[in-house]
């Protein structure tokens, strides 16, 4: 069955980095859109990053610049380095699959547990 499980969240203080990371298991990994979302007390999941099976990527404006969406096929993981952290970024990130090969012209259908990121001012 589909597994995602995320790994590498932390404590880190403003300005600092961090590189969670996502292993899929059970379906063939290079042929799917992956995205990475948060949720932050209070608010809504939001759409952080997305990456197509082609290594097409999208960011939302909040993270460009400071985020990176990478997937290692051979490795069937999904990577989300974040530099200059701000104390913002908080939140739960969740990896999730496309159901198809892109971000753009489908929506998601599983997702992992989640892994917390907390910056300190």
């Known amino acids: 069955q589909v597994q995602l499980v995320e790994s590498g969240g932390g404590l880190v203080q403003a300005g600092g980095s961090l590189r969670p990371s996502c292993a899929a298991s059970g379906f063939t990994f290079s042929s799917y859109a992956m995205g990475w979302y948060r949720q932050a007390p209070g608010k809504e999941r939001e759409l952080v990053a997305a990456?197509?099976?082609?290594?097409?990527?999208w960011y939302a404006d909040s993270v460009k610049g400071r985020f990176t969406i990478s997937r290692d096929n051979a490795k069937n993981t999904l990577y989300l380095q974040m530099n200059s952290l701000k104390p913002e970024d908080t939140a739960v990130y969740y990896c999730?699959?496309?159901?198809?090969?892109?971000?753009?012209?489908?929506?998601?259908?599983?997702w992992g547990q989640g892994t917390q990121v907390t910056v300190s001012s």
């Open positions: 990456i197509s099976g082609g290594n097409v990527t």
């Open positions: 999730a699959r496309y159901n198809g090969r892109y971000y753009y012209t489908g929506g998601t259908d599983y």
